[in-house]
DNA sequence: ATCTTTGCAAATGCTTTGCACATTC
DNA sequence: GAATGTGCAAAGCATTTGCAAAGAT
């Protein structure tokens, strides 16, 4: 895999923000836990362990502005608070989410298939779709 | 259009519910809102206007019931509280949003065309999907 | 008569914000 | 050195909950 931490960096400079210990700390926790999906307060406890002096408004504003600058993205599975992953360099769009009404579990899909149907949207309704957040519901191989 | 009321009341009953006077003027806010996403707020100062005695938990405990029993659908538009709409009873799927990232209007989709990613789903990932939430993000005809 | 539902107010829990100090560039 | 970023504690706000009274079947 390819410094995606020197590529953050330039990203950042380019905007005009600065390189802190704390954002990279974080940036480090969402490289290390691409598979899972952190909340906030997740993110704090293990961003903790390299920065002990790190407050949990931090994190909440590094969330923040990585959001805005598409190096992660925000998800909300109806469990009381935002989670967060990396996004996928090579996607441009939000990759989608299956969601066990049983156990709780959250995997991901790697086909989109959403071109027809964003064709579609495009003529009928004169939307320009920029991205995408898609959520299947149901019972996941354990639990059906 | 045919008598939901008389509809939802029987759902009601069936399951051990009560028909009391909240929820019958909560549906009938819903029947009358159905081009609108409503937050449980603006819920509850609509159905005010008819039962002033109304509380707010009861608007809440209401749109979870009604949630459970699939009358209506709970929608998370980014700002910062849930939003309902009635279910579309001709639909076994919620139907797709469009968000625009400029103006913030909703707008509904629907057409599903979402069989093909489905099945892949099953076949790959053996997940059964009951629902899903879809959202488009982008710029809608106005704003484009 | 019994079991459910409601209103109120308080509690909960995630997220945001104000401000003085610290840190990058 | 100037502007941005941080930590802490407090505030904000949507939603939930406990409980006694009211209502539905």
Same mark, same amino acid.
């Given at each position: 895999?390819?410094?995606?931490?020197?590529?953050?960096?330039? %990203? #950042?400079?380019?905007?005009?923000? @600065?390189?802190? &210990?704390?954002?990279?700390? !974080? #940036?480090?926790?969402?490289?290390?836990?691409?598979?899972?999906? #952190?909340?906030?307060? +997740?993110?704090? %406890?293990? %961003? /903790?362990? !390299?920065?002990?002096?790190?407050?949990?408004? !931090?994190?909440?504003? !590094? %969330?923040?502005?990585? +959001?805005?600058?598409?190096?992660? &993205?925000?998800?909300?599975?109806?469990?009381?608070?935002?989670?967060?992953?990396?996004?996928?360099?090579? =996607?441009? *769009?939000?990759?989608? *989410? #299956?969601?066990?009404?049983?156990?709780?579990?959250? &995997?991901?899909?790697?086909?989109?298939?959403?071109?027809?149907? =964003?064709?579609?949207?495009?003529?009928?309704?004169?939307? @320009?779709?920029?991205? *995408? /957040?898609?959520?299947?519901?149901?019972?996941?191989?354990?639990?059906?």
């Amino acid at each position: 895999m390819y410094d995606v931490m020197v590529n953050i960096k330039s %990203v #950042l400079k380019e905007q005009g923000f @600065k390189l802190t &210990s704390q954002r990279r700390a !974080t #940036l480090e926790v969402m490289l290390k836990n691409q598979d899972k999906h #952190l909340s906030a307060d +997740e993110i704090y %406890v293990e %961003v /903790k362990r !390299t920065n002990p002096e790190i407050g949990l408004a !931090t994190v909440y504003r !590094t %969330v923040l502005l990585f +959001e805005e600058l598409g190096i992660i &993205s925000k998800h909300n599975f109806e469990d009381g608070r935002n989670r967060y992953e990396l996004s996928h360099p090579e =996607e441009n *769009h939000d990759h989608h *989410h #299956l969601i066990c009404l049983k156990c709780g579990g959250v &995997s991901e899909v790697e086909v989109d298939l959403l071109g027809a149907l =964003e064709g579609i949207i495009d003529k009928k309704h004169s939307f @320009k779709v920029v991205n *995408h /957040k898609v959520k299947f519901y149901g019972l996941c191989s354990k639990c059906r």
